[in-house]
Structures are given as structure tokens and as C-alpha cells.
T-cell receptor, first 113, second 110 residues
Framework: QKEVEQDPGPLSVPEGAIVSLNCTYS??????FMWYRQYSRKGPELLMY????GNKEDGRFTAQVDKSSKYISLFIRDSQPSDSATYLCAMRKGSGGSYIPTFGRGTSLIVHP | DAGVTQSPTHLIKTRGQHVTLRCSPI?????VSWYQQVLGQGPQFIFQ???????GRGNFPDRFSARQFPNYSSELNVNALLLGDSALYLC?????????FGSGTRLTVV
């Protein structure tokens, strides 16, 4: 079993829909959780960074962490065609430079007009 | 302020050859990490360097090596290339929060 599991999709939604992207993990030592967006043939771009359980909102994006269930989510409201990309979850045990994030395989999102 | 820069952007090599990939971190970032991303998969950790010292190594063969220079830039070297080394190689620099990635070097081994 991989430490971080993420459904690869693709997830296809109409413009304006609410999108829910999820990851599960097995290592209870993970404390810092990140979501990255990756456009085709580009490097990942950090979207959200959260510590421990709870919600964090940034514009149309909301990151949610449930450590008791080892489950994290990213919600995108009013989705746009420009949101079409691969979304990667990542997590690490600490905030120091020696803590290496572990990535999920990414979920491909397609928002069609 | 410049982001993480990687060179070259694309590279085609033949099996058995050697390749060197380069990365310049964001100004002020002392940590550089290298990842390999195969199509359809998430980034896999290869190396992390901090202040010119290796801080971590992923599960990659000894054909892969790296180093960090006094100006914090870094090189990733891969010897005896295999077809399976074809991938997007990503460099990331970091302080505490998250990693900032470069656009990567796409390596194709033929």
C-alpha cells in the first residue's frame, strides 16, 4: 500500500461546478498538507498549504484536513476551464527543510465549457 | 524575483549516455530537491541538498548523483541512461512552507 493514495481520474465537470478532490494516507506522522496544480508539461504550482486538521480557504479553493480519518480534500468552487490541470496532494512530517514531502499520483481534472 | 530555473528544458539522449541537469533555486533558498516524474505519476523524490550537504536520498540507483554549489545551485547527474529514465525531472527549492518547483527538464532516452 502506498503512503499516499489519490484517484488519477480523469474527473470531468461542467463549468461552474463544485469540484471535490481527495487523498488518503496511511502515515499518521504527516502533519503538513499541500495541494499543487500542474498544467501539462509544467512544474507543480503550490495552491494550498495547511497544518494539522481543519479548513483553509483561499478564494475559490478550500483545503480540508481530517487527521482522524487520514483524509484530505481540496474543493474548487465555480470551476473554470482554466482550472483544467492535474492536482497533486503532498504531505510531510514536519516543516523543517529535512522533511521530504510525499506526493500522490495526481488527479486529472477537466472543466468543460 | 526569479523563480526556480532549470536547464535545459528538453533533452534527448541515447541509452548508455550520461546527462547533467541544472537548477538555480529562488534567491535566499538554501535547500534544493530533485524529483523524477514519470507520465501519469506523482513526483518521486531523488535527492535533497541543504547548504551543500546531502540531506536525503530516495530509492534510486547509484547511477543518480547530485551536488550543490556554494551559490546553492545544483546539478543532477545520471550515468548509463536507461529507457526507463525518460521522465520530467523537477527541481524544487524551499524555506519552510511548501516547495516551489521549476518547470522541469524533460528527458527522453532513445
Amino acid at each position: 500500500q502506498k503512503e499516499v493514495e489519490q484517484d488519477p481520474g480523469p474527473l470531468s465537470v461542467p463549468e461552474g461546478a463544485i469540484v471535490s478532490l481527495n487523498c488518503t494516507y496511511s502515515n499518521s506522522a504527516f502533519q503538513y498538507f499541500m495541494w499543487y496544480r500542474q498544467y501539462s508539461r509544467k512544474g507543480p504550482e503550490l495552491l494550498m498549504y495547511t497544518y494539522s486538521s481543519g479548513n483553509k480557504e483561499d478564494g475559490r479553493f478550500t483545503a480540508q484536513v481530517d487527521k482522524s480519518s487520514k483524509y484530505i480534500s481540496l474543493f474548487i468552487r465555480d470551476s473554470q476551464p482554466s482550472d483544467s490541470a492535474t492536482y497533486l496532494c503532498a504531505m510531510r512530517k514536519g516543516s523543517g527543510g529535512s522533511y521530504i514531502p510525499t506526493f500522490g499520483r495526481g488527479t486529472s481534472l477537466i472543466v468543460h465549457p | 524575483d526569479a523563480g526556480v530555473t532549470q536547464s535545459p528544458t528538453h533533452l534527448i539522449k541515447t541509452r548508455g549516455q550520461h546527462v547533467t541537469l541544472r537548477c538555480s533555486p529562488i534567491s535566499g533558498h538554501k535547500s534544493v530537491s530533485w524529483y523524477q516524474q514519470v507520465l501519469g505519476q506523482g513526483p518521486q523524490f531523488i535527492f535533497q541538498y541543504y547548504e551543500k550537504e546531502e540531506r536525503g536520498r530516495g530509492n534510486f540507483p547509484d547511477r543518480f548523483s547530485a551536488r550543490q554549489f556554494p551559490n546553492y545551485s545544483s546539478e543532477l547527474n545520471v550515468n548509463a541512461l536507461l529507457l526507463g529514465d525518460s521522465a520530467l525531472y523537477l527541481c524544487a527549492s524551499s524555506l519552510d512552507e511548501g516547495y516551489t518547483f521549476g518547470s522541469g527538464t524533460r528527458l527522453t532516452v532513445v
